[in-house]
């Protein structure tokens, strides 16, 4: 506490001595007051906490409780997030068959095709495949759909060409060669025909052996070229439009078929013919000109004669073409109790080493075997067209008369052989004329345009027909 003693207080003893009990009475005074009014504030703030302790202890106490009190902690994990569905890349084939499956009960039963198109293609992983399709039918409202125009995406199928023949490869010995590597299609673009370079007999380039300061000798060599010609292969196909009431499915696999099955089909059966070229109608065969090895007494016989003449001709990649019949022929081929064949054909794809394609379109006791590198081929996407209002001339290219002809022949059409409407009439017999439009029916026209094929010489191709089984 503050001393409140002044008599010995500088300022006291500073004043004569009849001064100094005053001067010490007014600061004693001072002092007091000053004290009593920090008494005050100090009893002030003492009752203040007095009254606000209670509550600081009652909370205090309730915080104590709650510490002391077991605590539930429940730990909840986010479930994360669920990844995106993955987008399959569209499969041209697929694409022009399910726009030609919408068109197609578009114009028979007026089901939108956008409809017919979802109900193919799930929304999960075929949204792209699902935008392509309806994108081929974005056409404008006059002319005919067609997959070549700009709207039918044709940059899809002037740069797919490869993906759809890779796809046709089960059906189609042309789509296995591209399919399994062995041959990349050429392409027309806008040219009626491609020249390919073509080198002379090998060999004749060979290196010299030169001493050292001695002259290099030139080494002079043939090259000579392969012109190919754009052809068409094409059909037509009518359908009652009672078709549209069986289900879309169905629908789309007959679609399927008459692009497949049946057009690719005539593609293989030429490319493995015999026949010589026809100017502006066909290609020939890989086979024309080409001489059959005498058939052995057995499958070995014929195999290494075969080997033999691509050893021949120095062949670079040799494959062999085959029919399932002789594929089982020679899987079950066996010496001393063992089989020959079967694993390499079951496990590698190979026969003697060297692999193979087999087919239906190879005639059934043919063996033929080509050098893949020595091939060159031309393919085209199909371009399909559909009409319910179209008149047609109801005759093919083979089988009875009435039939079309190309140069005198089955399977084709030119310009001297073919029947068109006014010739109806005056063929033997008459010629069947049909209006779909009557008949309510729709015609789809498959064109595959720009398809062509070659050796670049007839010794890299060699065929025997067996005489085993």
């Known amino acids: 506490m503050k001393d409140l003693n002044f008599e010995n207080d500088p300022r006291v003893l500073a004043l004569p001595p009849a001064l100094r009990p005053k001067m010490v009475s007014q600061l004693s005074e001072a002092a007091a007051a000053e004290l009593w009014d920090v008494l005050s504030v100090e009893l002030k703030d003492a009752f203040e906490a007095r009254t606000v302790v209670p509550t600081v202890v009652n909370e205090m106490s309730a915080l104590r409780r709650v510490m002391e009190r077991p605590q539930v902690v429940e730990a909840v994990i986010k479930e994360p997030a669920k990844p995106k569905a993955v987008q399959k890349a569209p499969r041209l084939l697929d694409c022009l068959v399910a726009s030609a499956t919408a068109e197609f009960l578009r114009r028979t039963n007026g089901t939108p095709v956008g409809k017919t198109i979802d109900s193919l293609f799930d929304a999960k992983n075929h949204k792209l495949s699902r935008s392509v399709s309806k994108k081929m039918l974005r056409k404008s409202a006059t002319g005919p759909a067609r997959t070549l125009d700009a709207a039918w995406a044709s940059e899809l199928t002037n740069h797919d060409v490869l993906g759809f023949w890779q796809d046709v490869g089960e059906v189609s010995v042309l789509g296995s060669l591209v399919s399994r590597g062995f041959a990349t299609p050429l392409d027309f673009g806008p040219n009626n025909s491609l020249t ?14 030169v001493e050292e300061g001695a002259t290099i000798p030139m080494l002079q060599g043939s090259l000579g070229s392969a012109t190919f010609f754009r052809y068409k292969l094409a059909g037509i196909s009518a359908y009652s439009d009672e078709l549209a009431q069986v289900s879309v499915p169905s629908i789309q696999s007959t679609i399927r078929e008459f692009i497949l099955e049946d057009t690719l089909v005539a593609a293989d059966e030429a490319f493995l013919s015999t026949d010589g070229p026809v100017p502006a ?6 086979l024309t000109g080409v001489t059959p090895l005498t058939p052995g007494a057995g499958y070995d016989d014929d195999l290494k004669g075969l080997l033999g003449a691509m050893a021949t001709a120095r062949a670079r990649n040799p494959v062999f073409l085959i029919s399932p019949q002789t594929e089982l022929a020679l899987m079950l081929a066996r010496e001393n109790g ?18 193979y394609i087999v087919s239906n379109n190879v005639p059934e006791t043919r063996i033929i075997i080509l050098d893949a590198a020595a091939l060159a081929i031309a393919l085209a996407v199909p371009e399909i067209d559909q009409s319910n209002a179209a008149t047609l001339v109801m005759t093919d290219a083979a089988g009875a008369d009435p039939k079309m002809q190309g140069n005198g022949a089955d399977h084709g059409s030119d310009a001297a052989g073919d029947i068109q409407i006014s010739d109806a009439a005056t063929t033997v017999p008459a010629s069947e004329v049909k209006s779909m439009f009557q008949m309510s029916a729709t015609a789809i026209r498959v064109v595959y345009s720009g398809m062509s094929w070659g050796m670049m010489a007839p010794s890299y191709v060699a065929y025997v027909d067996r005489g085993w089984s």
Do not use: S
Request: glycine content about 18%; cysteine-free; aromatic content about 10%.
């Open 281 to 286: 109608l066909r290609p020939g065969g890989i």
């Open 338 to 355: 063992q089989y020959i064949f079967h694993d390499a054909m079951l496990n590698e794809g190979t026969i003697y080493g060297r692999p």
């Open 196 to 209: 390919v370079p073509l080198r002379g007999p090998k060999g004749t380039m060979r290196g010299a052996w």
